[in-house]
């Protein structure tokens, strides 16, 4: 078995993104069904990935289709960098001195990582991946740099 720092946790919304790629639009239900969830969980995921830009939704009538962004759709996305950029230029405006800027900065990325580690943790579970925590600590470690 892989040492738990090579493995890597794929998610539903992982495989939502491979399932689209090169397939243009497709019926969210045939979505749902080829991965073997729920139109409602698929939608949850079609929901958080629209909103981050990756897959788009076209109505035909009443019927959704997804699909997803091409390259340069998905390179206009920001980075975390140009966030992290914003974020000190809106500090400055503000007239906050670099220390407390970088303190907000990390309290910032500490609450959503928060808000992403059980999700985190059910999700290594269900698929039987051991030292979650020491997977957990590694992925914060590298989002908070």
């Given at each position: ?10 998610t ?5 993104v ?18 073997g ?19 788009s939704?076209e ?16 390179q206009?996305?920001?980075t ?5 950029n ?34 985190f ?13 020491k ?10 740099q």
């Amino acid at each position: 078995m892989e040492s738990s720092e090579n493995q890597v946790i794929t998610t539903g919304v992982d495989k939502l993104v491979d399932f689209l790629k090169g397939k243009g639009q497709i019926e969210v239900k045939e979505v749902a069904k080829n991965l073997g969830v729920s139109t409602e969980t698929l939608q949850r995921w079609v929901d958080f990935l629209v909103e981050e830009k990756i897959i788009s939704v076209e109505y035909k009538f009443t019927t959704p289709f997804i699909y997803i962004l091409e390259d340069e759709q998905i390179q206009q996305k920001k980075t975390m960098n140009d966030i992290k950029n914003a974020f000190a230029r809106k500090a400055k405006e503000n007239k906050l001195n670099e220390t407390k800027t970088e303190f907000l900065w990390q309290n910032q990325i500490s609450k959503v990582l928060e808000n992403k580690k059980q999700f985190f943790f059910k999700e290594a579970n269900k698929r039987g991946i051991n030292d979650v925590e020491k997977i957990w600590n590694i992925y914060k470690e590298k989002a908070i740099q």
